[in-house]
């Protein structure tokens, strides 16, 4: 797990009931092989494939089934908190068919660190919206699932939700984005540009030809920095535990995501708008799911701003989090967070 899912999951251990009950034993990984996948910029990956996990189980009236598109360096694996039975998560697992897919660049799913044909930095620039056109044939000639009750995603997740109700806007009743963004503002940008330079001009990055998984600790300051608030970390992290808390954080950089993998994600989120530089406005009249848009005040990864804009814009229901977790809000406040989306799932669409 890299420094960035692993922060991020280990708040959401920590949040509401979900910590005190037991884990679920975890679904075998799958893949679906999609052959090529041809990419908004023109280029194709190649030996295309998508790894997966479903948890819970398909109703009789295919009626059940969630999309849960992973946050940024995340992996399937890693939902354990947040994808289970009972009460205390994001997703119930009792109720619902839960379909968690590792994204393009996670390492899982083609990516640069484990494609044979298209390695390291031969692998293509992907973007968000790529990664939803792959997620979608995998729900229709993998699983034969036309329809999904609901797409929930967190972070990059998050991102990805967005991309759906846009991109495929009658192919589900509910999309519920977590600390995610339709588009991307000066600040997000200013955030993920710094991480790529980072990572980019770090020497051993060796222009992407490395031969060892490079230490970036730069790249790991910048993203725990803004993961959270500066309150919470002073709150976490006196000033005596401080050294020991630097060297960490440095020195777990080079236990996470592949460089190269984390470089794809990232161009990812920075090319990200729903808008695809058109206006947002018209791009809102697209969407036809109903709509729960989840973001934290104090977000310092994600701003809230766009995803509340557009709430206001589609007249969708937002739950804005207070906590000075920042990011990890979700986990912090998941008792206030998982009841709020049990209800929400649970009003049917009306019958036609």
């Known amino acids: 797990m890299s420094y960035a899912a692993g922060a991020l999951f280990a ?5 509401g009931t979900a910590s005190a009950q037991a884990p679920a034993p975890m679904p075998p990984l799958q893949f679906a092989e999609l052959g090529s996948c041809p990419l908004e910029s023109g280029a194709t990956i190649a030996d295309c494939r998508l790894g997966y996990r479903t948890f819970g189980t398909l109703d009789a009236a295919h009626d059940n089934a969630v999309l849960f598109p992973m946050w940024f360096t995340g992996r ?3 939902v354990g908190a947040v994808v289970a039975p009972g009460p205390g998560h994001l997703l119930d697992t009792n109720k619902y068919f839960v379909i968690v897919v590792d994204p393009f660049g996670g390492g899982i799913s083609s ?7 298209q390695h390291g930095t031969a692998f293509p620039v992907f973007t968000i919206r790529d990664m939803v ?12 699932l036309e329809h999904l009750r609901a797409v929930v995603g967190m972070s990059m997740g998050g991102m990805q939700t967005f991309e759906w109700v846009v991109d495929a806007p009658t192919m589900m009743d509910i999309a519920i984005p977590i600390v995610g963004s339709p588009q991307l503002t000066s600040y997000d940008l200013f955030l993920w540009s710094a991480e790529k330079q980072a990572l980019e001009t770090d020497p051993a990055y060796m222009g992407g030809k490395y031969t060892a998984r490079p230490a970036l600790p730069m790249v790991a300051y910048l993203h725990q920095m803004n993961l959270s608030t500066p309150e919470f970390r002073v ?3 006196t000033r005596d535990q401080f050294p020991g808390y630097f060297r960490t954080t440095g ?3 080079n236990t996470g995501s592949d460089a190269n993998d984390y470089l794809r994600q990232l161009q990812a989120m920075l090319a990200h708008d729903i808008a695809h530089g058109g206006d947002i406005f018209v791009t809102a009249r697209a969407v036809q799911a109903r709509m729960l848009i989840i973001n934290a005040q104090q977000d310092h990864m994600v701003n809230p701003i766009p995803a509340l804009a557009f709430a206001k814009l589609i007249h969708a229901q937002s739950v804005v989090l207070t906590s000075d977790c ?3 809000a979700p ?3 998941m008792d206030r967070v998982s009841p709020v989306i049990d209800q929400f799932l649970a009003v049917k669409p009306a019958v036609p």
């Open 76 to 78: 399937s694996g890693d």
């Open 326 to 328: 920042g990011h990890m």
């Open 133 to 144: 056109h792959a997620e979608e044939r995998l729900l229709r000639d993998t699983l034969h």
């Open 235 to 237: 709150d976490h992290t």
């Open 11 to 15: 708040a959401l251990l920590a949040g």
């Open 331 to 333: 986990g912090c406040e």
């Open 251 to 253: 020195a777990d950089a």
């Open 111 to 117: 990516s640069p660190s484990n494609s044979a044909t």
